[in-house]
């Protein structure tokens, strides 16, 4: 079975420049999960998606964010614009309720804006 | 809001010995999920190992075991026989019961192993 894809893998891009990253949850999995990875602040949560609405997205650094999930296959996180402080890893992640509650990740997007 | 703590940022073990990392977790629910997440140098989150609070019987998988102290709210992980493979970031985390919430992780410690 697919996981979570996650692409770009790995994205440079200069500073003011809008940047969207893209996922595909594993098939029948209706929870979806934006996190993102630093070094300085470890993994947050961005926000979550419960079939296919977002339940909390506190975690939104600031309007320059924005993500969405049009339907249950396929979420995006959009950076505009974007600056060098994003730099990160951004994580996918997506669960299916009726189990044992663990979150199945993608292999991450690595941005970076000089 | 709950909270996960992991207060050794790094450890080292020899191939083959035992070790175990710590992790404390404060909430005021009763019914949770715990998980070590492992993350290696190609970056993907493994899970490791997932313990369901209402079990009092820790949660083994083969080389791996967690100590769950409910009480204590601590859930320690004990990798035995330690290969190259493990060395890792590992996360703790934590999650409510019911299948639809955020999982809540700790800052993670870097596990080095020495052969």
């Known amino acids: 079975d697919a996981g979570v894809i996650q692409s770009p893998r790995h994205e440079v891009t200069e500073m003011g420049q809008e940047v969207t990253l893209r996922c595909k949850p594993i098939?029948?999995?209706?929870?979806l999960f934006w996190y993102r990875q630093t070094m300085m602040r470890g993994l947050e949560l961005l926000i979550y998606f419960n079939n296919n609405v977002p339940i909390d997205d506190s975690g939104m650094p600031e309007d320059r964010f924005s993500a969405k999930m049009p339907n249950a296959s396929f979420s995006t996180l959009k950076i505009q614009p974007s600056e060098p402080r994003d730099s990160a890893v951004y994580f996918c992640a997506s669960s299916l309720k009726a189990t044992t509650g663990e979150l199945f990740f993608g292999e991450g997007s690595r941005l970076t804006v000089l | 809001a709950q909270t996960v703590t992991q207060s050794q940022p790094e450890m080292s073990v020899q191939e083959a010995e035992t070790v175990t990392l710590s992790c404390t977790y404060d909430t005021s629910e009763s019914d949770y999920y715990l998980f070590w997440y492992k993350q290696p140098p190609s970056r993907q989150m493994i899970l490791v190992i997932r313990?369901?609070?209402?079990?009092?019987q820790n949660a083994t998988e083969n080389r791996f075991s967690v100590n769950f102290q409910k009480a204590a709210k601590s859930f320690s992980l004990k990798i035995s026989d330690s290969q190259l493979g493990d060395a890792a970031m590992y996360f703790c985390?934590?999650?409510?019961?019911?299948?639809?919430?955020?999982?809540?992780f700790g800052k993670g410690m870097k596990l080095t192993v020495n052969p």
């Open positions: 098939s029948g999995h209706n929870s």
């Open positions: 313990q369901e609070a209402y079990k009092q």
């Open positions: 985390a934590y999650r409510r019961w019911g299948g639809s919430e955020k999982l809540v």
